[in-house]
């Protein structure tokens, strides 16, 4: 199931399900960050206090919202200091860090992934968007508001959950992606130096071109000749920035993308596992069952058990929103069995609590 993390975040220490590599370009010290979401959802949530997050970068934008203290939050050309109810957009591919302040601080963070909104907005993953509160709250003061409420909103589906949820969910990032629009944006290729680090951008094409090319027999080989490098010097590359080698990114992506596919289509598993690029049915089970530790078919069937009853003649949808399935019985790709062993807990009552601030009785009072 897909929870809400809270924890506190100290320097270096990571969540099992964010994998995150340091390495050293221009004299500059930055990771990168996979993130990664359960039930193929295009979202990830963490509630967290932070002491440090290194400089890193990740395709999913960002959402981080200041529930209680202040932060230092700062990219390769400026550093700004977040108060209480202060958010900033972190773009696809941005490299940022985030500091603590001399005061407790209590964050949001919210993950998203673009690729969600292309079906409606073409080019949207081109776009480097201009959204923040502290630089905007004046003239866009009600869009900032909305926001806040919105992003409200998105975590009271995730923490109650219930029929219809993904729906709602879906709704709120759409509705989202509509106020986000109202502030500046840009295209990509204007903003330079973006892409200044020749390794930054050379990662940026190689996870790109695997995203595109899931179904085809992608080899290193191959990857190596286009970017005109030796085997052995992108093999060290990859591991070293991604801190997996090329084969273990590569499964894991095709299994992420094979969830999306079981959980919202009807198509069998061979042909799942064709449309992903394992080689057989046979070797998609096993990775799979190798990630998560249970086969493809059991996956489906707790997701369908949670979600929809099923008859011979029909299929209803269900509400489940009492049941609790354990992440290490329901797991997203990336295992959060060291969850309690990186993190502490942080006071998600307090989030919760500011958070809903921003909701009317009439938000609250719906369904």
């Known amino acids: 199931m897909t929870r809400i993390l809270t924890c506190s975040y100290n320097g270096r220490k990571r969540l099992a399900e964010r994998r995150t590599e ?4 221009n004299n500059i010290d930055y990771n990168y960050e996979i993130v990664r979401s359960s039930d193929a959802l295009p979202v990830n949530v963490r509630i967290y206090s932070v002491n440090e997050i290194e400089l890193h970068w990740h395709k999913f934008i960002e959402l981080i919202m200041v529930l209680e203290g202040s932060i230092s939050i700062s990219n390769s050309s400026s550093s700004t200091t977040l108060k209480q109810g202060d958010f900033i957009l972190i773009n696809s591919n941005e490299i940022h860090k985030t500091t603590k302040t001399d005061e407790h601080n209590l964050l949001l963070a919210v993950h998203i992934n673009l690729d969600f909104y292309t079906s409606i907005h073409f080019g949207i993953t ?30 009271r589906e995730l923490n109650r959950q219930g029929l ?13 992606m509509g106020e986000i629009l109202y502030f500046p944006f840009y295209k990509m290729a204007d903003i330079k130096d973006k892409n200044s680090d020749a390794d930054l951008a050379r990662l940026q094409r190689i996870i790109e071109y695997i995203s595109q090319n899931l179904q085809q027999r992608l080899t290193l080989k191959e990857i190596a000749q286009s970017e005109h490098l030796s085997y052995y010097y992108l093999s060290h590359f990859i591991q070293d920035k991604l801190g997996i080698s090329f084969q273990k990114y590569l499964t894991q992506v095709r299994l992420d ?54 008859k011979p003649d029909k299929l209803e949808l269900t509400n489940n929103s009492n049941t609790r399935v354990d992440n290490n019985v329901f797991p997203s790709a990336a295992s959060a069995a060291a969850l309690s062993q990186t993190y502490q807990d942080v006071n998600q009552q307090t989030a919760l609590r500011y958070l809903f601030s921003y909701l009317t009785e009439e938000d609250t009072a719906s369904k």
Not at 127 to 151: M, Q
Not at 263 to 279: P, R, T
């Open 257 to 310: 993308k094979a969830i999306e596919l079981m959980l919202f289509s009807d198509k069998s598993m061979s042909v799942i596992a064709e449309e992903v690029g394992f080689a057989s049915a046979t070797a998609f089970n096993k990775n799979f069952k190798k990630e998560l530790g249970i086969s493809p078919n059991e996956y489906r069937t707790l997701f369908f058990k949670r979600y929809i009853k099923y």
């Open 126 to 155: 081109n776009v480097y968007f201009d959204c923040n509160s502290y630089a905007h709250g004046e003239e866009l003061a009600e869009n900032c508001n909305t926001i806040r409420k919105l992003l409200a909103r998105l975590i």
């Open 164 to 176: 219809g949820y993904r729906s709602r969910l879906g709704s709120c990032l759409f509705l989202l």
């Open 22 to 25: 340091k390495r050293r370009g």
